[in-house]
T-cell receptor, first 115, second 110 residues
Framework: EAGVAQSPRYKIIEKRQSVAFWCNPI?????LYWYQQILGQGPKLLIQ????????DSQLPKDRFSAERLKGVDSTLKIQPAKLEDSAVYLC?????????????FGAGTRLSVL | EDQVTQSPEALRLQEGESSSLNCSYT??????LFWYRQDPGKGPEFLFT???AGEEKEKERLKATLTKKESFLHITAPKPEDSATYLC???????????FGKGNQVVVIP
């Protein structure tokens, strides 16, 4: 079974530029998550989708971050404009459904460096 | 706000030297506690999920246990390939969001 796919693996940009990340979840998984993992920290949830609807975006900095999952499969996360503190690994995860006893499976992540 | 604290932050073990990692948590209405393994440059890999105090799960040299306030990940006779960061996460509340600790970085020396 194919895992969660993410691209690109690495991205280097200058502050105030924009960047986008792409995620393809495990086939059949209705729930998709975007996490931010700063070096030395655990992942922090940014946004959670159930199919193509947003379930939780309470920790998403909405002034600069946006995400969409138009057809309930692939998703993109965008940062515009980027700040130095956005340097982190952006992880995408998916699970069959939302709720307890639903294991989240993670992709390899996109490492973003903002200079 | 849900709080997850993992200790020790870093641990160096000789091959075969058993040890335990601690994850203490403060949440309202625990629904599940998850352990993940993360290798450098990779995403977290699921290991275990525990749902109630007293529950235990095992996989190869790893054993996870859960009480009402903390979870332990016991590593028995570790091998160098067990070197990784082990992440603990709790799922609580109505939104079922996972809250992660900072991780336990384990290095096993041959």
């Amino acid at each position: 079974e194919a895992g969660v796919a993410q691209s690109p693996r690495y991205k280097i940009i200058e502050k105030r530029q924009s960047v986008a990340f792409w995620c393809n979840p495990i086939s059949g998984h209705a729930t998709l998550y975007w996490y931010q993992q700063i070096l030395g920290q655990g992942p922090k949830l940014l946004i959670q989708f159930q199919n193509n609807g947003v379930v939780d975006d309470s920790q998403l900095p909405k002034d600069r971050f946006s995400a969409e999952r138009l057809k309930g499969v692939d998703s993109t996360l965008k940062i515009q404009p980027a700040k130095l503190e956005d340097s982190a690994v952006y992880l995408c995860a998916s699970s069959l459904r939302t709720g307890t006893k639903n294991i989240q499976y993670f992709g390899a992540g996109t490492r973003l460096s903002v200079l | 706000e849900d709080q997850v604290t993992q200790s020790p932050e870093a641990l160096r073990l000789q091959e075969g030297e058993s040890s335990s990692l601690n994850c203490s948590y403060t949440v309202s209405g625990l629904r599940g506690l998850f352990w993940y393994r993360q290798d450098p440059g990779k995403g977290p890999e699921f290991l275990f999920t525990l749902y109630s105090a007293g529950e235990e799960k095992e996989k190869e040299r790893l054993k996870a246990t859960l009480t009402k306030k903390e979870s332990f990940l016991h590593i028995t006779a570790p091998k160098p390939e067990d070197s990784a960061t082990y992440l603990c996460a709790v799922q609580a509340g109505g939104n079922n969001r996972l809250a992660f600790g900072k991780g336990n970085q384990v290095v096993v020396i041959p």
